[in-house]
């Protein structure tokens, strides 16, 4: 969870020096984010040193790419920011702990979650090209209900695992939930 706590550390302090970053911009650091989040799979294997790092860096990256986006949000709607970030913190304290203290298995939530996200993001993109009545509020709660499982899930795993090589993914997990319940939530908040 120290893991965890850093890379948000490093998200604030990439989302701060981004603040008045293009949207152009974001995508460019949104790729670079990604393929640290790809390297860190693959640097598991290899240097633990290494995976830490490409973490912290994948913290840094997506603060950049996520700058444009929480800077309107703070210019435009402040208090959305305050609701979405406090809402974050009592969402994955609540499922986390669910997570964390179940001892029935939730790997089959998992594989559920995965196909439902599958899901979500088709419905995301068919959201681009045909309106539909309060659209954006449906794909936000349906993005919550998908992310309560993943959270709990990942809690789970983070009861179980005893493999430190393991731990960088596993952070990288856990503050990708965090991260997209906090944009579900910005974005359900924002709404006004």
């Known amino acids: 969870m120290s893991l ?17 970053l293009s949207r152009g911009a974001g995508i460019i650091w949104f790729i670079a984010a990604i393929g640290c989040l790809f390297g860190i799979r693959f640097a598991m294997a290899r240097s633990e040193q290494l995976s830490i790092g490409l973490l912290f860096g994948f913290g840094v990256l997506i603060g950049l790419a996520m700058a444009p986006t929480i800077a309107y949000y703070a210019k435009t709607d402040p208090q959305a920011v305050w609701q979405a970030g406090g809402s974050t913190a009592l969402f994955i304290a609540g499922f986390g702990a669910a997570g964390y203290a179940t001892r029935r298995d939730l790997s089959a939530l998992a594989r559920i979650c995965f196909f439902a996200l599958i899901g979500l993001i088709i419905f995301g993109i068919v959201l681009i090209f045909v309106n ?22 990942d809690f789970q795993r983070l009861r179980k695992t005893s493999d430190i090589k393991a731990a960088p993914l596993l952070a990288a997990s856990i503050f990708l939930d965090i991260l997209n319940v906090f944009m579900l939530l910005l974005s359900i908040f924002g709404r006004r």
């Open 4 to 20: 965890v706590a850093i890379t948000a550390a490093f998200f604030a302090g990439g989302a701060y020096l981004g603040r008045d």
């Open 132 to 153: 539909i009545p309060n659209g954006q509020l449906i794909y936000s709660i349906l993005g919550l209900v998908i992310f309560a499982g993943f959270t709990m899930f």
